[in-house]
T-cell receptor, first 113, second 111 residues
Framework: KAGVTQTPRYLIKTRGQQVTLSCSPISGHRSVSWYQQTPGQGLQFLFE???????NKGNFPGRFSGRQFSNSRSEMNVSTLELGDSALYLC????????????FGQGTRLTVV | SQQGEEDPQALSIQEGENATMNCSYK?????LQWYRQNSGRGLVHLILIRSNEREKHSGRLRVTLDTSKKSSSLLITASRAADTASYFCATDLQGAQKLVFGQGTRLTINP
């Protein structure tokens, strides 16, 4: 069974630009959640989608958004990038949103210059 | 703020020794999960322990959960150089559809 696939693996963007990251969950998994990892803040929850509906959102500004498609693939978008958005963005896939194992992708390393 | 607090923040031991990491949390949970991360890569799921379980084993891993103390521990026995990584606990909060992570323990196994 294929794991969670995140693309791209690395990105370098300029301040003010926007970026879209993609996540393909494990086949059959309907819940996709996103996390931001930085040295200072650790792993922070961004949002969770289940069957195309956002069920929970973390404490991030509105510049961070996401969506989920009918095939459970998910994208997250960050607009008007700031230097502080540089981070490892991780996607997690679960069969449902709670009380099951969460499997993570390799992440997308975003660098904002 | 982080739900989980991990202790110690860093641990360095000799190959073959056992490593113990602890995690404390604040609110009621469905389950607690442990993950390993190698140097800036993705998180590898190690083990899930539910709130009604007290102990779980997987290979060289042993996890305990004490809901009365809101704490968990991860024991890695007979450590190997390949176990060098950061280890995170994550609490699966009731009704939240999200995991809340601790800051992690950086484990170094010296050959």
């Amino acid at each position: 069974k294929a794991g969670v696939t995140q693309t791209p693996r690395y990105l370098i963007k300029t301040r003010g630009q926007q970026v879209t990251l993609s996540c393909s969950p494990i086949s059959g998994h309907r819940s996709v959640s996103w996390y931001q990892q930085t040295p200072g803040q650790g792993l922070q929850f961004l949002f969770e989608y289940f069957s195309e509906t956002q069920r929970n959102k973390g404490n991030f500004p509105g510049r961070f958004s996401g969506r989920q498609f009918s095939n459970s693939r998910s994208e997250m978008n960050v607009s008007t990038l700031e230097l502080g958005d540089s981070a490892l963005y991780l996607c997690a896939s679960r069969t449902q949103g709670t009380d099951t194992e969460a499997f993570f992708g390799q992440g997308t390393r975003l660098t904002v210059v | 703020s982080q739900q989980g607090e991990e202790d110690p923040q860093a641990l360095s031991i000799q190959e073959g020794e056992n490593a113990t990491m602890n995690c404390s949390y604040k609110t009621s949970i469905n389950n607690l999960q442990w993950y390993r991360q190698n140097s800036g890569r993705g998180l590898v799921h190690l083990i899930l322990i539910r709130s009604n379980e007290r102990e779980k084993h997987s290979g060289r891993l042993r996890v305990t959960l004490d809901t009365s103390k809101k704490s968990s521990s991860l024991l890695i026995t007979a450590s190997r150089a390949a176990d060098t990584a950061s280890y995170f606990c994550a609490t699966d909060l009731q009704g939240a559809q999200k995991l809340v992570f601790g800051q992690g323990t950086r484990l170094t196994i010296n050959p």
